[in-house]
């Protein structure tokens, strides 16, 4: 484990399963915040890095809706869907909607703890990537409407006089903008921009 603070939520109306996963989580030196309900979790979480354990039968809101409702919102924690024997067919369209895993109960603790380590590797993956989007768009909204013009047209792979063509300036006035968007886009080289390109697309 690297030193991001991350969070396990447990999510499952069942008190006693919470407290016995907390125990077990916590044994392995996890941050772990339960929840009784999708709501609460929905009413509380502001953000933070972490994964989820979210059982598929809940009163209200089941797991399939919450998993629905946080892809909405755009809260991207890996799911590891936690289900009885009889929910599999549940669990399975869980995976099928973005979940990372399901186990069955009853499990091994072994198991548990393996799949809750790979889910917050993704974890960090994910938030690094969220991260590096935003810092994205924020150099991207410090470009002038003229620099972001020619921004697309480079990533579409035009040559300077292509540029300087399609938007009737110079080919010289074309390097000079391209100067200044590889600059206020903290842009190495031209890879590295259409790398960026792509993450405002998405």
């Known amino acids: 484990m690297d030193s991001v603070h991350r969070t396990v939520f447990v999510v499952d109306d069942d008190d006693d399963f919470r407290d016995s996963m907390q125990w077990l989580l916590e044994s392995a030196h996890l941050d772990v915040v339960g929840f009784s309900s999708a709501q609460a979790f929905l009413d509380q979480y502001n953000g ?30 890996p799911i590891i869907v936690i289900t009885g024997h009889g929910d599999i067919p549940m669990a399975v369209n869980a995976m099928k909607n973005g979940a990372m895993d399901f186990i069955e109960k009853p499990f091994d603790d072994e198991v548990m703890l393996r799949l809750v380590d790979e889910a917050l590797s993704r974890s960090t993956e994910i938030f690094q990537q969220q991260n590096q989007q935003r810092r994205t768009e924020q150099l991207y909204e410090n470009l002038s409407r003229r620099e972001k013009e020619v921004m697309t047209l480079v990533v579409s792979g035009m040559a300077n006089r292509e540029i300087a063509e399609e938007l009737g300036i110079s080919p010289k006035t074309v390097e000079v903008h391209r100067s200044r968007v590889m600059a206020k886009m903290e842009a190495e080289n031209l890879p590295q921009l259409v790398n960026q390109a792509a993450l405002l697309s998405n």
Do not use: S
């Open 48 to 77: 933070e890095p972490g994964c989820m354990l979210l059982d598929i039968r809940m009163p209200e809101i089941n797991g399939l809706a919450l998993q629905k409702m946080m892809q909405e919102r755009n809260i991207r924690l």
